[in-house]
């Protein structure tokens, strides 16, 4: 048990390493919970986290291979079950893992224990409410699927990356995504898009051979900006 939730456990290849993930029983049962549906009624919430989404595997290979680790934290964005900040941190990176529900953050926790690796923090964030602190590299994925997110999360990307820094946004090819360009562009930051693959993820002991394709938004901040010092 993770809280009030039975648990599945997933074993995920991440960058030549196996990543042991905790995530709900039933994940989908939770959209239909009457807490969840309260939350919806009252702010458009749905429990996304509750799922294993491969974006987070095509995030963390693409950081691993591109992004040596450093002495500074990477803050991730939105991690769900935890896939991209504890295989980063399996890695060597220091993560400063964020979701904006608790109950995501319990199954990060509980996943980083059982694969015996340290983060540098886990807190709740709200985009809209960025964090003081600025950070060398962001990180998130599958947060573009609506695009009243992608204002928010480019203002958050821009007050908090250092200039020079680099923030890195994995996304399914969705059609939603396709305008995120825009919003970074209004936040006065570049982008390029890197393709990126990962294997379909399967619940319990099920199998799931599709390879599934993706991108990655590298982001940057020209080094001639203005930041917030870093903490």
């Known amino acids: 048990m993770v809280g009030c939730y039975k648990t599945q456990e997933y074993s995920i290849g991440v960058a030549g390493r196996t990543l042991r993930l905790l995530g709900p029983e039933l994940p989908h049962a939770l959209h239909a919970a009457p807490r969840m549906r309260r939350r919806f009624e009252a702010e458009g919430y749905k429990p996304y986290w509750a799922e294993p989404w491969p974006t987070a595997v095509m995030l963390a290979e693409h950081v691993i291979r591109h992004v040596a680790p450093a002495p500074a934290p990477v803050l991730e964005l939105g991690a769900g079950l935890g896939i991209a900040g504890i295989s980063l941190a399996l890695a060597g990176h220091r993560v400063v893992v964020t979701d904006y529900d608790e109950d995501a953050l319990a199954f990060v926790r509980a996943s980083a224990a059982l694969n015996n690796v ?105 080094p001639s900006q203005p930041g917030r010092a870093g903490r």
């Not at 250092?162 to 969705?174: C, K, Y």
Request: hydrophobic residues 45%; charged residues 30%; proline residues 5%.
């Open 118 to 222: 340290e983060l540098a923090d886990v807190r709740l964030l709200d985009w809209r409410d960025p964090p003081a602190e600025t950070f060398a590299t962001i990180v998130a994925s599958d947060v573009l699927y609506e695009k009243q997110n992608h204002e928010p999360i480019a203002v958050l990307i821009a007050a908090c990356l250092n200039p020079g820094g680099g923030a890195f946004v994995s996304d399914l090819n969705r059609r939603a995504a396709d305008d995120f360009p825009d919003a970074l562009r209004t936040a006065n930051l570049t982008c390029r898009e890197y393709a990126a693959r990962a294997k379909a993820i399967a619940a319990f002991d099920a199998t799931d051979e599709r390879m599934l394709n993706g991108r990655v938004f590298g982001i940057f901040k020209k």
